[in-house]
Structures are given as structure tokens and as C-alpha cells.
């Protein structure tokens, strides 16, 4: 007989159990009922559907979500392995036959919905099957403390008990409160089952929280750098996430949308282009992400914070299930706050209930302003002990911030807001400290205040961003309700009276530079092809993770191809040879022999990072003081980046009446070097004009 771990790399290609997945499987395949605990995205499946191909009989996998068993038996199927499904979405006819089928003894592993438990023609059915093996995805749904209570699944303990076969019975959920735990043992009638809970750190994501950011400026930014990659977007209400929907596809990026204020039609065409991978990013609320499988999403970000740890997890834990490294981003404000508030408000759960989610809210909010590791704030949240104190993954063990005594700043803000008697939101304090005259700023006469336009070298949205900054510090704090008012906290008055000083962290964001791995782009579209063919998503073909092996290792015959991460018998028969022509090809054209690996993470040259920072408008001036570098360099950052292909607006580094004489200069002294230009030239015209000239004109 065959062992798991022949079975693991025959049909999946892998070739080692990632954490827990042997004990479980050693468990199940003993002969124990079992009872897994894994984070999302760690492996459940695969620690049924190996011992599904080991016992005998057939494997009867109930499963609460009909998109994903669709996706998961076309994901068996791909790999060779007999499966399918009996739910709802089929007529009674193919329903009927797939039950035939099942009589024969086609399928290894059969997923059924839980109410199909109590239909009699599949109870009729189960007396003639030898069924060895029971497995209870998404097993919390049997609690009604879980978050996704299904009566349904009340059915499985009798249903297993009309079982002559006695089947070992496996239940698996990512849901890790003890009571739920405990709950789903006892309601599932588990006998005396072995406990398995795996760590819930998921290696491969990158955490990060953004909190003194203008959000959309971030995302765009983020998203233009990552053009190629798939990523989910969350935002907290429908509203934001047409907004969002709407601008992002203005500026030209194809994103697709869902939240429950669609049509259902929509829905699914949106999820599906998503899925296809047709569309790379999808705008979504929450109730996005359900039994979605897509294994190669590179990023989440919350555009909005959600309203708890376990959520938050649940969703950026959607990033990298192929293990592949991921970025879970959150962007923070303190509107989000209050935005999570009022949706707590509106339940109509009872105090004891609601202060329950309003601790998990606080927590929620503190992981958005902890210093500490991001990782070990959630594993410590999720009770986990002993976690390392630097994961060297997130956003602040990757600590490249800066830390800028921003005291003044704050004491004219704090003072603005009480010589504005405590009234007013940020906006209408950030218009007076910016010195505008708009309407009712005059209206109410508040040009006179004495902190009128003491910020005015500020544009308005850094006044703004930098008043949030003080809320989330908790040196403000902010009204509930429609229009909230900000006021000073004990901690602001202390700033005022100069018993504390004030920093803000500014994160330099790393961004990416885009891949330019021709490789990769090959075998994607290749995969792709392939997959519109079959009629099944990208990454069933092949997942990100076994494009990116080849793009390393560039295996040349189905020798080496077998190697691959992900590529077993099945695949290397139906696909090997167009996969292998394609690197041959590749390899044979081009001139660089082994190709780095593209996903990696990769810091941002310094001088485009000055070209971001340009692009967004901020001066050259600016940008030396920020980044404290020398004027020099920044101007040959940006003459640099020109050289480089990037586009640059000369004419904001040349007068127009300073081109021809530059010009004429450089003809006379020829453009080897800069200094006898320089003294051929009116002492007002500086190195930047000349070294600008130079490359404007390729000289
Ligand atoms: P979960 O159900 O726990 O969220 P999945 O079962 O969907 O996670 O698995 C997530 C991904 O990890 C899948 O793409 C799966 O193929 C991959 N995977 C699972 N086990 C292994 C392993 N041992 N080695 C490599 N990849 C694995
Ligand atoms: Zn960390």
C-alpha cells in the first residue's frame, strides 16, 4: 500500500507535510476520530482528501459552501484524484446520476451540503456505500457561538450514527475560541477524539498597518506597483466600496466589485472575472471571501478596519494560501473607529453581548497603534505562548520608520481646536490652521482667531492627516455620531502645558519595484490559455507557487519538471510538455541564463522612491529635507530616473528662457562636463537647469 507521503506527492506534487498535516492525517488513517484546528489557508484539506485516498471506501466530505465544493472537486479532478458533489445548485437529474455513479464506486470523495443529509434518496444511498471516512469542514458552523451557524449541520451525529460501517470522523475549522471548541466536540459526538491545534502563524504574510496615510493615495500607489498581482480590497460599507470601485477603475485599473447590495448575477460575474483571473483585484465588504479558494492572492488590504481580530484574520488570511509570500496591508483612521461603533450600535444584541464586541473592537484598535510585533500581537491574541518577540515580518519589525518630533505642530493644533471652543470636526480646524476663506470659515469670523493660518505652509489634507494621527494617538478625541467634533484629551492638555512631547512614526513605505521576469508573464498566460480551456480557474492548472519554481529552477525535461512544487503525476502528463517547450523557448532566446525569482519582496531604489515622492507634489526642497539628503542627490535622483525611461515634467526644473542659452552652451563647451558650462552661463542658472537641459535633450 502507498503511504501519505507517497500520495502527497504522487497527486498534489508536494513533497513534505506542512505543519500538523501528518500527525492529523497519521491520526485519521489510525483509526481515531479527529479533530483539527488549523489556521485558514494552512492546509485543511489536504489532511482529508490524502487518508480519503487511502482507506478503502469512500470519503463523504460535508462541506457549508456550495461554491467551494464546486471548486474543490474541479481542483481533485485536475490532479486525477475520482470526486464530486451532490447540492442544491444541480437538477434532480444530475443529482440522480451522480448518485448512480456513486452506487459504482466512481468517486474516492463525495462533498455533500448538510441538509442533503436528511433527503432519503441520499440516506438510501449511504446503506449501499462502504463509506470509511467522515470529514466536517468548516466544523464550527454546528455552534451557535461560532460566527456562522448552520442548523444543518445539527444532522451530521445522527446521520453518522445510521452509519453500519462505523466510519472514523474527522471535523476541521480555523475557529480557535475554546468555547467553540468544546462546543463542536460535544454537539458533533466526536469520540473521545485526538485534539490537534496547529500554530496559527502563517509565515508566508507580511503584516503591516498604515496609520498616517491618505488612504486612496496609498492604494493607488500600491496597486499601480502591483499591477500584475491578484488582491482583494476590503472596504467597511457598500457605499466605500462603489467609491472605491469607481475611482479605481477611472484611473484605468480593472477591478471588479461585491458586497450584498448587488444582484446576485453580478455577484457571481464579479467573483468569477475575480476567480479567472480576467480582473486582478476585487473591491469587496466583508461579505466577500465565503468560499473563495483562489489560492494565488498576493495581497489583502483593508481599506477600512475591521471590527475584530478574528475577522481581520479570517480575511487577510485569504493572502497566500499557496504559501507563497503575501501582503496583508490595513489602513487605518480614526473614522474607522467610529464607523465599527455605530455598526455595533445598531445590533440588537443585548449589553452583555455588545460590550463583549466592544472589547474585541478596542482590541482591534490597539493592534492598528501597537509599536510591537504585528505577528505576535495576533498569535498572543489567539492564545498562542512563547511567540518570538520579533518575527522580522511586519510592518514594525521591518521597523524602517522614522521618528519626528512633531510637538509644535500638535500645540497649535491643540491650541486652535480651544480657541475654537471644542466645536467643530477636523475639517473645519484643518481649514483654520491652513488660513482658508472659505465660506464659513469667515461666516463665523474665525479668520481672526489668533491660530488662523499658523499652518499654512502645510497643504490641507497634512493638516488633516496629521490631526488623525493625534486622535489615534489619543491626544484627541473624537464625538460619536454623524459629524463628530474633536476635542483634547487629558494627554493633549499635558502636550499644551509642554509636560510631553508629541512623535509621529513615518513609515517609509517599501514598495515594490514590478517584476520583470519575462518567464513568468509566459507561463502565466500560458496557464491561462489552458485554463479557459478547461473551464476552470488559473490557478487549478497550476498555482503561483509552481510558476514561480519554474521560473527558478527552469526544469528542462519531465524529469526535472516532476520537481516542482505542486506538479504531480496527473499535471506532468497533461501539461508537462507545453510547460517544458515554453522554458525551452524562453531559455533559448534569452540571454540571461538563470532568471531571479520574481516574487520576492524588493526594496525600492532610493531614487525612485524621490520620484514617487515628486509625483505626488511634494518639492525637490521637500523631499531633501524628508528623506534628509543632500539637495545634490535628490536632483540626480530625478535626472537618474529620466535616464532611466521614467517620465519627467521638465519644465518644472527649466525657465523657458533659460533653454536656449543652456543649449547654445552646451554646443560651445561640449556636455562631457558640467562645470564649464556652469561658468559659461549667468550665475542664476543652476546645476539642476543644466543637468536638466543635458537629458531633456539626450545630450
Ligand atoms: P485551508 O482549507 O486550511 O484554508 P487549503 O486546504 O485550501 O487551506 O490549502 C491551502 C493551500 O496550501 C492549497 O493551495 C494547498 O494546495 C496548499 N498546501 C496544502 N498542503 C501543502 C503542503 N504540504 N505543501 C505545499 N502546499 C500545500
Ligand atoms: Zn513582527
Known amino acids: 500500500m502507498e503511504t501519505s507521503t507517497q500520495v502527497l506527492k504522487k497527486y498534489f506534487g508536494y513533497d513534505s507535510f506542512r505543519e500538523g498535516q501528518q500527525k492529523i492525517i497519521d491520526s485519521i488513517l489510525g483509526g481515531s476520530d479527529t479533530f483539527a484546528v488549523m489556521p485558514t489557508g494552512a492546509g485543511k484539506s489536504i489532511c482529508y482528501q490524502v487518508p480519503a485516498m487511502l482507506f478503502p471506501g469512500i470519503t463523504i466530505v460535508i462541506s457549508p459552501l456550495i461554491s467551494l465544493m464546486k471548486d474543490q472537486v474541479d481542483s481533485l479532478e485536475s490532479i486525477g484524484i475520482p470526486a464530486s458533489f451532490i447540492n442544491s445548485s444541480l437538477s434532480n437529474m444530475e443529482v440522480q446520476n451522480r448518485i448512480e455513479k456513486a452506487y459504482r464506486g466512481d468517486y474516492k470523495l463525495l462533498y455533500v451540503a448538510p441538509e442533503r443529509l436528511e433527503a432519503g434518496s441520499f440516506i438510501e444511498l449511504t446503506r449501499s456505500l462502504s463509506i470509511s471516512f467522515i470529514a466536517i469542514d468548516e466544523a464550527h458552523c454546528v455552534s451557535q457561538w461560532g460566527h456562522d451557524f448552520r442548523p444543518g449541520y445539527r444532522n451530521i451525529p445522527g446521520f453518522i450514527e445510521s452509519i453500519k460501517s462505523n466510519p472514523v470522523v474527522g471535523a476541521f475549522t480555523a475557529t480557535a475560541t475554546e468555547n467553540v471548541r468544546n462546543d463542536v466536540i460535544n454537539l458533533l459526538k466526536l469520540k473521545t477524539p485526538k485534539v490537534f491545534v496547529t500554530g496559527f502563524n502563517r509565515e508566508n504574510l507580511t503584516f503591516s498597518v498604515i ?159 501597537t509599536d510591537r510585533c504585528l505577528r505576535q500581537y495576533i498569535l498572543q491574541y489567539f492564545g498562542e505562548e512563547n511567540v518570538p518577540d520579533n518575527c522580522g515580518n511586519c510592518s514594525s519589525c521591518n521597523n524602517d520608520t522614522d521618528l519626528t518630533d512633531v510637538t509644535q505642530e500638535a500645540k497649535m493644533v491643540f491650541s486652535c481646536i480651544l480657541r475654537m471652543k471644542q466645536r467643530f470636526g477636523i475639517v473645519l480646524v484643518g481649514e483654520v490652521l491652513k488660513g482658508s476663506k472659505n465660506k464659513k470659515v469667515l461666516e463665523l469670523g474665525l479668520n481672526s482667531i489668533s491660530t488662523y493660518g499658523l499652518l499654512k505652509t502645510y497643504n490641507l489634507k497634512q493638516i488633516k492627516d496629521l490631526i488623525n494621527v493625534f486622535v489615534a494617538e489619543n491626544y484627541l478625541s473624537l464625538t460619536e455620531g454623524e459629524f463628530p467634533v474633536v476635542r483634547l484629551t487629558q494627554k493633549g492638555v499635558s502636550v499644551l502645558k509642554s509636560e510631553e512631547k508629541v512623535f509621529q512614526r513615518i513609515t517609509k513605505q517599501k514598495l515594490k519595484v514590478k517584476d520583470d521576469n519575462g518567464l513568468f508573464e509566459i507561463l502565466r498566460s500560458l496557464r491561462k490559455e489552458i485554463a479557459e480551456k478547461e473551464k476552470v480557474p488559473p490557478y487549478i492548472v497550476f498555482a503561483d507557487s509552481a510558476i514561480n519554481e519554474m521560473c527558478k529552477y527552469l526544469p528542462k525535461d519531465e524529469e526535472q519538471l516532476s520537481k516542482i512544487k505542486g506538479v504531480g503525476e496527473i499535471k506532468l502528463k497533461k501539461y508537462g510538455k507545453v510547460f517544458i517547450d515554453a522554458i525551452k523557448e524562453y531559455t533559448g532566446s534569452s540571454s540571461i541564463s538563470v532568471p531571479a525569482v520574481t516574487d520576492e519582496p524588493e526594496e525600492v531604489k532610493s531614487h525612485i522612491e524621490t520620484y514617487n515622492m515628486l509625483k505626488e507634489g511634494i518639492s525637490l526642497e521637500q523631499i531633501s529635507k524628508e528623506r534628509k539628503l543632500k539637495m545634490l542627490t535628490i536632483q540626480d535622483h530625478i535626472i537618474r530616473c529620466a535616464a532611466e525611461g521614467y517620465k519627467v515634467d521638465w519644465s518644472m526644473f527649466i525657465k523657458p528662457e533659460h533653454e536656449e542659452i543652456i543649449l547654445n552652451a552646451v554646443n560651445e563647451v561640449g556636455s562631457s562636463k558640467l562645470k564649464p558650462i556652469k561658468e559659461a552661463l549667468p550665475p542664476q542658472i543652476d546645476y539642476m537647469e543644466i543637468k536638466s537641459v543635458i537629458c531633456k535633450y539626450k545630450l
Open 211 to 369: 496609520r498616517d496615510e491618505n488612504k486612496t493615495d496609498f492604494l493607488l500607489k500600491y496597486i499601480n506597483n502591483n499591477r500584475e498581482k491578484s488582491g482583494i480590497i476590503y472596504a467597511a460599507t457598500r457605499k466605500e466600496v462603489d467609491n472605491l470601485h469607481s475611482i479605481l477603475n477611472k484611473k484605468g485599473f480593472s477591478a471588479g466589485k461585491y458586497h450584498a447590495g448587488m444582484n446576485e448575477q453580478d455577484r457571481i460575474e464579479n467573483q468569477e472575472d475575480f476567480i479567472y483571473d480576467n480582473k486582478h483585484i476585487i473591491i469587496a465588504t466583508n461579505a466577500f471571501g465565503m468560499g473563495i479558494d483562489k489560492s494565488n492572492v498576493r495581497y489583502v488590504i483593508h481599506y477600512n478596519m475591521p471590527k475584530n481580530i478574528e475577522s481581520y484574520y479570517q480575511e487577510a488570511g485569504r493572502a497566500g494560501r499557496d504559501g507563497e509570500a503575501s501582503e496583508c496591508i490595513l489602513l487605518f483612521s480614526a473614522q474607522d473607529v467610529i464607523i465599527q461603533k455605530f455598526l455595533i450600535e445598531q445590533t440588537l444584541l443585548n449589553p452583555d453581548r455588545k460590550n463583549n464586541e466592544y472589547k474585541k473592537l478596542q482590541n482591534m484598535v490597539d493592534y492598528c497603534h
